[in-house]
T-cell receptor, first 112, second 111 residues
Framework: DGGITQSPKYLFRKEGQNVTLSCEQNLNHDAMYWYRQDPGQGLRLIYY???????QKGDIAEGYSVSREKKESFPLTVTSAQKNPTAFYLC???????????FGDGTRLSIL | SQQGEEDPQALSIQEGENATMNCSYKTSINNLQWYRQNSGRGLVHLIL?????REKHSGRLRVTLDTSKKSSSLLITASRAADTASYFC???????????FGKGTRLHILP
């Protein structure tokens, strides 16, 4: 079955630590996205990528970094510079930008 | 940045009734999408309506778009318990290369 896989489902970070969230898709989509969702809120765009080896900052990129070395993979690193990282992180993909997006089931990040 | 805004924020109705949610936005768009999110899960795309379309149907879903009022509505007919979820609109502004999600409407279907 085609889809998007995010791992892990739950992640805990210690103060000062970087953590990396995994996102893999087998839909052969060019575009991939990372969103942050806080309780009762909508989605805010962190980073997006139109194509391999290219990505752009979204609305809240500070404290985050990404890479797009393979079409299937778009990992997100939450750095120690992100002072309020506790949130639900969602990865998505689409054939091209602005086409309907397919979402993974998210990673919930908490601070120890 | 532009954002679709859903109304109401929360809605509770009896099973079998119709549910209507609205979305307003600020600038010209290419298209508008509706998504559903079950608790603790990712979003699922429901329907996309283009700026030159006025109405679209998909099963029990009916979406309308009024570009003169910069608003859209999502109607779910004959609601079921499984429709309990949050519903988000997402707009694609003309000339922009990304879509913006609203804060969502939380729909609760009462048995």
């Amino acid at each position: 079955d085609g889809g998007i896989t995010q791992s892990p489902k739950y992640l805990f970070r210690k103060e000062g630590q970087n953590v990396t969230l995994s996102c893999e898709q087998n839909l052969n989509h060019d575009a991939m996205y990372w969103y942050r969702q806080d309780p009762g809120q909508g989605l805010r765009l962190i980073y997006y990528s139109q194509i391999v080896n290219d990505f752009q900052k979204g609305d809240i990129a500070e404290g985050y970094s990404v890479s797009r070395e393979k079409k299937e993979s778009f990992p997100l690193t939450v750095t120690s510079a992100q002072k309020n990282p506790t949130a639900f992180y969602l990865c998505a993909s689409s054939g091209h930008l602005n086409q309907p997006q397919h979402f993974g089931d998210g990673t919930r990040l908490s601070i120890l | 940045s532009q954002q679709g805004e859903e109304d109401p924020q929360a809605l509770s109705i009896q099973e079998g009734e119709n549910a209507t949610m609205n979305c307003s936005y600020k600038t010209s768009i290419n298209n508008l999408q509706w998504y559903r999110q079950n608790s603790g899960r990712g979003l699922v795309h429901l329907i996309l309506i283009r700026s030159n379309e006025r109405e679209k149907h998909s099963g029990r879903l009916r979406v309308t778009l009024d570009t003169s009022k910069k608003s859209s509505s999502l109607l779910i007919t004959a609601s079921r318990a499984a429709d309990t979820a949050s519903y988000f609109c997402a707009t694609d502004a003309s000339g922009d290369d990304k879509i913006i999600f609203g804060k969502g409407t939380r729909l609760h279907i009462l048995p």
